[in-house]
T-cell receptor, first 117, second 108 residues
Framework: DTGVSQDPRHKITKRGQNVTFRCDPISEHNRLYWYRQTLGQGPEFLTYFQNEAQLEKSRLLSDRFSAERPKGSFSTLEIQRTEQGDSAMYLC???????????????FGEGSRLTVL | QKEVEQNSGPLSVPEGAIASLNCTYSDRGSQSFFWYRQYSGKSPELIMFIYSNGDKEDGRFTAQLNKASQYVSLLIRDSQPSDSATYLCAVGDYKLSFGAGTTVTVRA
């Protein structure tokens, strides 16, 4: 399977704990995105990488959130000191930014669902 | 004002009918427009994209774009129960802004 994979699929944690999610994009895709989705809402943009460079972060991304893509391949999203409001589905997506066409075609992983108790 | 707004659902249509979904966006400079489908408990998947004013057809799906009115729509012809899902309108180039989605239920 060469799709976008995310791990873990589900995470339950207590308020104040740190959590980390991993995303492995489609191998030939140089762009990687993190989105957050809550029930009844569309995905909200969090951050975006082109290769290993983090090019944009949303204002939604507080200082407790950090994302990395150290070698331009997989990415991690860490949330420190989790709060109940962080409970959501965290979606990773990748795209091919090299062709200049269909740059908005994002391929999403199945998501990592976070529940903060 | 939200960047991307969709008509509120849910939308219930009988099998074989046309489902019509609407979307407006605020950024007049937007150039690229997308419709994603999201089944319950699954991640979004792209079904249509449109860049130019007018209609674009792909099988039973037709996307319509009117940049002057900042309006995008999606028509689903001959709706099938398998079309029951949430449809997300998205706008942007490398970074997409999504609407909240319209949930469609096709009654057999």
């Amino acid at each position: 399977d060469t799709g976008v994979s995310q791990d873990p699929r589900h995470k339950i944690t207590k308020r104040g704990q740190n959590v980390t999610f991993r995303c492995d994009p489609i191998s030939e895709h140089n762009r990687l995105y993190w989105y957050r989705q809550t029930l009844g809402q569309g995905p909200e943009f969090l951050t975006y990488f082109q290769n290993e460079a983090q090019l944009e972060k949303s204002r939604l991304l507080s200082d407790r959130f950090s994302a990395e893509r150290p070698k331009g391949s997989f990415s991690t999203l860490e949330i420190q000191r989790t709060e109940q409001g962080d409970s959501a589905m965290y979606l990773c997506a990748s795209s091919d930014g090299t062709s200049g066409r269909n740059t908005g075609e994002l391929f999403f992983g199945e998501g990592s669902r976070l529940t903060v108790l | 004002q939200k960047e991307v707004e969709q008509n509120s659902g849910p939308l219930s249509v009988p099998e074989g009918a046309i489902a019509s979904l609407n979307c407006t966006y605020s950024d007049r400079g937007s150039q690229s427009f997308f419709w994603y489908r999201q089944y319950s408990g699954k991640s979004p998947e792209l079904i249509m994209f449109i860049y130019s004013n007018g209609d674009k057809e792909d099988g039973r799906f037709t996307a319509q774009l009117n940049k002057a009115s900042q309006y995008v729509s999606l028509l689903i012809r001959d709706s099938q129960p398998s079309d029951s899902a949430t449809y997300l309108c998205a706008v942007g180039d490398y970074k997409l802004s999504f609407g909240a989605g319209t949930t469609v239920t096709v009654r057999a």
